[in-house]
C-alpha cells in the first residue's frame, strides 16, 4: 500500500515539474509531447507498480507423514512387575463384614506370572457362590498394604 502511494507522488512530481518547465505555447506539437510523456510517465508507474507488488504466494503441498511402525511397549522390570496384579481378577464378594474386594487364585495363576510369591498372610478361603466348594482368594487390601497394585489395564 505504501509503495503505491510512493509511486503515484513520485510519478505525479515528474509530471508537474515537466509541464512548468515546458515554456506555454499554443502549438499542436507540444500537446502531442505532452500526452506521450504522460503515457510514458504511466507506463513507467505500472512497471513500478507491478514490480513492488507482493508475489503471489507458493504452495508447497508436503506428503502425509509416513505411518510410524507400532512401537510395543517395553516390558516391566520383574523386581516391578511383580507388584502389578492383573485387574481382570478382582472380583467383588460378599462377606460377614460386607462387600469385599479379593483376587481369585486360579485367576491370578494363569494371568499372573508370580502368583506362587504372593504373601500367605493374604489368603482368604471362602465358599463359592452355590456354596458347594471352598474358594481360595487373596484379599485386595492386605496385598496393598504388602505393596501391590492393581495395574490399570
Not at 46 to 61: C, F, R
Request: hydrophobic fraction near 40%; charged fraction near 15%.
Amino acid at each position: 500500500m505504501h509503495r503505491k502511494f510512493i509511486a503515484l507522488i513520485i510519478g505525479t512530481a515528474i509530471t508537474i515539474t515537466g509541464l512548468s518547465a515546458v515554456p506555454a505555447r499554443a502549438d499542436g506539437d507540444d500537446v502531442g509531447k505532452v500526452l506521450a510523456g504522460l503515457a510514458f510517465l504511466a507506463i513507467i508507474g505500472a512497471v513500478i507498480e507491478s514490480h513492488n507488488d507482493d508475489p503471489a504466494p507458493v504452495v508447497v503441498s508436503n506428503p502425509p507423514p509416513a505411518p510410524q511402525p507400532w512401537v510395543q511397549p517395553r516390558p516391566l522390570p520383574p523386581h516391578v512387575a511383580k507388584y502389578q496384579l492383573p485387574s481382570k481378577c478382582v472380583r467383588q464378594v460378599e462377606s460377614s463384614h460386607g462387600p469385599r474386594n479379593v483376587l481369585g487364585a486360579q485367576c491370578l495363576t494363569r494371568h499372573y506370572r508370580y502368583a506362587r510369591t504372593l504373601p500367605a498372610s493374604c489368603v482368604v478361603n471362602q465358599w463359592n457362590a452355590n456354596k458347594h466348594k471352598m474358594v481360595t482368594t487373596y484379599g485386595l487390601r492386605c496385598l496393598q498394604r504388602q505393596g501391590y497394585v492393581v495395574a490399570r489395564n
